[in-house]
């Protein structure tokens, strides 16, 4: 059974950094696409990043672009979201997800491309 477990999340003020994690298990993501999703409060859950197979294709939302990162570890089946200058309108549980289908050149920005999914971090700015 596949499982997406993401950690790093917190509570961090505006300006403040944080890494979240998402370590897979069940079987091997190193040909899939995955990406991050989050869902703020009262909101739809939203696109943040997407990584393909290795790293040569990284698209963001506007709204992160230049400040956030996204990278993968193949070998540790992992993929990371590093978050700097972060702000109040960043505040939202945080999801990984990863596509069952291998070797996207340009992984998708859409949720319904991606079969499984983690349970959430939550990520709360303070002004």
């Known amino acids: 059974q596949v499982h997406l477990v993401e950690s790093g999340g917190g509570l961090v003020q505006a300006g403040g950094s944080l890494r979240l994690s998402c370590a897979a298990s069940g079987r091997t993501f190193a040909r899939n696409p995955m990406a991050w999703f989050r869902q703020g409060p009262g909101k739809e859950r939203e696109f943040v990043s997407a990584i393909n197979w290795n790293g040569g294709s990284t698209p963001y939302a506007d709204s992160v672009k230049g400040r956030f990162t996204i990278s993968r570890d193949n070998a540790k089946n992992t993929v990371y979201l590093q978050m700097n200058s972060l702000k109040p309108e960043d505040t939202a549980v945080y999801y990984c997800?990863?596509?069952?289908?291998?070797?996207?050149?340009?992984?998708?920005?859409?949720?319904?491309?991606?079969?499984?999914w983690g349970q959430g971090t939550q990520v709360t700015v303070s002004s």
């Open positions: 997800a990863a596509d069952a289908r291998q070797s996207f050149i340009v992984p998708p920005r859409v949720r319904n491309e991606y079969t499984y």
